[in-house]
């Protein structure tokens, strides 16, 4: 069988210093379904509609990954209060980061407990 190009992405990593308090963090505060820890390994599994993300103390600096993750919401406004709500410090308000004549693309921006860089975003298809 030839190669054909990479399929889509299975698994996205993300390293923390706190194992424990990253899963609170991710699992309670964001709501993202909680697959796995791995025992005795400071390693969590959560899953994102089908891609994996893997939060991670790195074993050395040289794996240490500095990533930004688009959370797609189907209403940024109500995500962004409900996360609000339960502790989480925005950057910004949502507002539009793109707009053509058929849809519109509004986000907003948070970090971790590390400082990774995420985001909520919506894509709202507009009469045009």
Do not use: W
Not at 30 to 59: H, S
Not at 61 to 68: A, L, N, P, S, V
Not at 101 to 125: G, Q
């Amino acid at each position: 069988m030839a190669f054909e190009g990479l399929a889509p992405i299975g698994q996205i990593h993300l390293s923390v210093s706190d194992i424990d308090a990253a899963v609170v963090f991710y699992r309670d505060v964001l709501g993202l379904p909680f697959l796995f820890q791995v025992p005795k390994q400071p390693m969590a599994f959560f899953d994102c509609d089908g891609v994996r993300l893997y939060i991670g103390e790195p074993e050395s600096e040289e794996y240490r990954t500095r990533g930004m993750v688009y959370f797609a919401v189907a209403d940024v406004d109500e995500a962004y209060a409900e996360l609000s709500r339960r502790g989480v410090t925005f950057m910004d308000e949502p507002h539009v980061v793109h707009r053509d004549d058929h849809s519109e693309i509004r986000m907003a921006f948070f970090k971790d407990l590390d400082d990774n860089n995420l985001a909520l975003m919506a894509e709202v298809h507009t009469s045009g």
